[in-house]
């Protein structure tokens, strides 16, 4: 099956630094969502982006789909930030919807005040 | 406020015990899923449901029963023929099933942490 690597596995940064996370996968996809889960373990869901590019606020997000990584901007970072990341993808032909996503290990990212 | 309701938040079972976990939701979506996460792992699907009574085995169903009998419940119960239960449950929605759009995209819960003493 499709193959979903995240890096870094941790970062620690000062408040108000900027970060990227990427996210690579090993086969065309058309679904890729990103999550931020918070300390206390709720997921929620930051962007549904299978191509292109996306803002929302501090954060941003482009998944470059012919090269198979899609990387996660957060800028001005702010402890708030803090938590695990989780890029999920489906690949390409096959039939469904987010029962077919499948998750990376995730990458913790911890900001300091 | 619209969105996914699990309980309990904690719970602690002995060895040989059946436990439900409860998920219900009001955000009228058809689709619903159930999660294990472990420590530094991504998240495995065990169970899922596109329509009322109906659902589908996830990647990691073995030791684990669902039941949809109505559109905004979906409880999850980890049997005693579970291996190894102690994890992160997590149950999530989306608007639609079947499709890659955005319609799919994934409103979770707060999750339910399951200790096995």
């Known amino acids: 099956g499709i193959q979903v690597e995240q890096s870094p596995p941790d970062l620690i940064l000062q408040e108000g630094a900027n970060s990227t996370l990427r996210c690579n996968f090993s086969?065309?996809?058309?679904?890729l969502q990103w999550f931020h889960q918070n300390p206390w373990g709720q997921l929620i869901n930051l962007f549904y982006?299978?191509?292109g590019t996306k803002q929302n606020g501090r954060l941003s997000a482009t998944t470059v789909a012919t090269e198979r990584y899609s990387l996660l901007y957060i800028s001005s970072s702010q402890t708030t930030d803090s938590g695990v990341y989780f890029c999920?993808?489906?690949?390409?032909?096959?039939?469904?919807?987010?029962?077919?996503?499948?998750f990376g290990k995730g990458m913790k990212l911890t900001v300091n005040p | 406020d619209g969105g996914i309701t699990q309980s309990p938040k904690y719970l602690f079972r002995k060895e040989g015990q059946n436990v439900t976990l409860s998920c219900e939701q009001n955000l009228n979506h058809d689709a619903m899923y159930w999660y294990r996460q472990d420590p530094g792992q991504g998240l495995r699907l065990i169970y899922y449901?596109?329509?009322?009574?109906?659902?589908q085995k996830g990647d990691i169903a073995e030791g684990y029963s669902v039941s949809r009998e109505k559109k905004e419940s979906f409880p999850l119960t980890v049997t005693s023929a579970q291996k190894n239960p102690t994890a992160f449950y997590l149950c999530?929605?989306?608007?639609?099933?079947?499709?890659?759009?955005?319609?799919?995209?994934?409103?979770f819960g707060a999750g339910s942490r399951l200790t096995v003493l």
């Open positions: 449901s596109q329509i009322v009574n109906d659902f």
């Open positions: 999920a993808v489906k690949a390409d032909g096959f039939q469904g919807g987010s029962e077919k996503l499948v």
């Open positions: 982006i299978p191509s």
């Open positions: 086969d065309s996809v058309n679904n």
């Open positions: 999530a929605s989306s608007i639609r099933p079947a499709i890659s759009s955005g319609a799919n995209v994934l409103t």
